[in-house]
């Protein structure tokens, strides 16, 4: 009798949470996405990187379902196949209002992107540039957080190599295409962990001491000085570029963390209750992506939907410029 009393109050208790909290997540997260913008992405070309889990999948479904074509730029081709035909079922299942009445939801193309090698960077883009016609949106969104001491193929740190390298490459062999088809966008997947890095210029690849966070935080700053350093850049072309905090989403980012056992129900609980779900977390990169609303808005940075104020650190352009400079060396651009 006293423990069926104490599991239902418990239950109860644990619904009143559940509530409250998504009350609190959905509150933050503006819904845009209803019935519409069918078709708002009708031919036009998306790529976005690691779009085979997480904030990436749920960014190709909605632009997928606005008529895109979503190009997944995916290191493991099992995974990202699995995936799209996934997201090609639920499409033919929805019949949701958001799906095109004419049945003119967009395509989904895979192709093999490992961002940890420079050589398949530039292999992907030479694929890209024989294939596909148009680029009107890249979407730089793959990462990897805090994951042990790791090298990519060329000899980065992990962390900076994946999250800003291999993307600054991509994006810089992608912008003859961008342009071309301008009106067209870039759309960044930073973190609000960037308040927590800086850019060590002596020691990019973190030979001398590793910090799994702090390279992580510097390596979403940097995306953030990418970001506005090439807004300036590309002032004038009818490209923009924006970068964007997701907030805290339930996704597979967590695969280098490790979890006590007996803890772990607990931070399930919570993460169920507080982060957000993917598709919320997304709403911020589908929004940028293709929302007639940031037209011709360039250098800046979202939270849920709205422009955000950075940090100085931030809005460093010396430091910016150094950065590109050196990345460009790094990744082979210039000698
Ligand atoms: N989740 C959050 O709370 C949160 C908060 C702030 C910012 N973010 C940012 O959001 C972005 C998306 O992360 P997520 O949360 O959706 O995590 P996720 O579910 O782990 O997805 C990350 C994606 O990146 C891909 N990736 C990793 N290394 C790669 C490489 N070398 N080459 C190509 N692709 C690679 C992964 O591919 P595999 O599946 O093959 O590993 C996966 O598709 C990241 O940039 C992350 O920093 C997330
Ligand atoms: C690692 O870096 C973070 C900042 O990103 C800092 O708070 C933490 O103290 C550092 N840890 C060590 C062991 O230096």
Not at 40 to 57: D, E, H
Not at 64 to 80: E, F, K, N, Q, T
Request: net charge positive; glycine share 10%; hydrophobic share 45%.
């Amino acid at each position: 009798m006293a423990v069926a009393t104490v599991a239902a109050l418990l239950a109860a208790l644990g619904g009143a949470l559940w509530l409250a909290a998504r009350r609190f997540v959905g509150s933050s997260v503006r819904r845009l996405h209803g019935g519409g913008d069918a078709g708002l992405m009708r031919g036009k070309t998306v790529l976005i990187t690691g779009a085979n889990s997480g904030l990436g999948r749920a960014t190709a479904a909605a632009l997928l379902r606005m008529g895109a074509r979503v190009i997944m730029g995916c290191r493991d081709r099992a995974r990202a196949e699995a995936a799209a035909g996934e997201l090609r079922r639920d499409l033919r299942g929805d019949g949701d209002p958001g799906s095109d009445p004419d049945g003119g939801a967009g395509e989904l193309v895979v192709k093999e992107l490992d961002l940890a090698s420079l050589r398949s960077v530039r292999a992907f883009c030479r694929e890209m540039l024989q294939e596909e016609a148009r680029l009107d949106v890249l979407i730089n969104n793959a990462g990897v957080f805090q994951c042990p001491y790791m090298k990519t193929e060329d000899g980065f740190e992990m962390q900076f190599g994946v999250n800003h390298l291999g993307h600054f490459l991509l994006t810089n062999l992608l912008l003859g295409l961008l342009k071309s088809s301008a009106p067209s966008r870039i759309v960044v997947v930073s973190s609000k962990l960037y308040k927590y890095g800086d850019i060590n210029f002596e020691d990019l690849n973190s030979e001398q001491s590793y910090n799994k966070s702090f390279c992580y935080s510097r390596s979403k700053l940097a995306n953030i000085l990418f970001t506005r350093e090439l807004a300036r850049r590309l002032e004038g072309t009818k490209v923009t570029v924006n970068v964007l905090h997701p907030g805290i989403v339930r996704t597979n980012l967590g695969r280098h963390i490790h979890i006590p056992l007996l803890v772990k129900p607990l931070f399930n609980l919570v993460s169920w209750a507080f982060f957000k779900t993917p598709v919320e977390g997304a709403q911020t990169s589908i929004y940028l992506a293709s929302s007639p609303e940031v037209e011709g808005v360039s250098g800046k940075y979202f939270g849920d939907c709205k422009e955000e104020e950075l940090l100085p650190i931030a809005m460093d352009e010396s430091v910016a410029r150094k950065l590109w400079d050196i990345s460009e060396v790094m990744v082979g651009i210039v000698q």
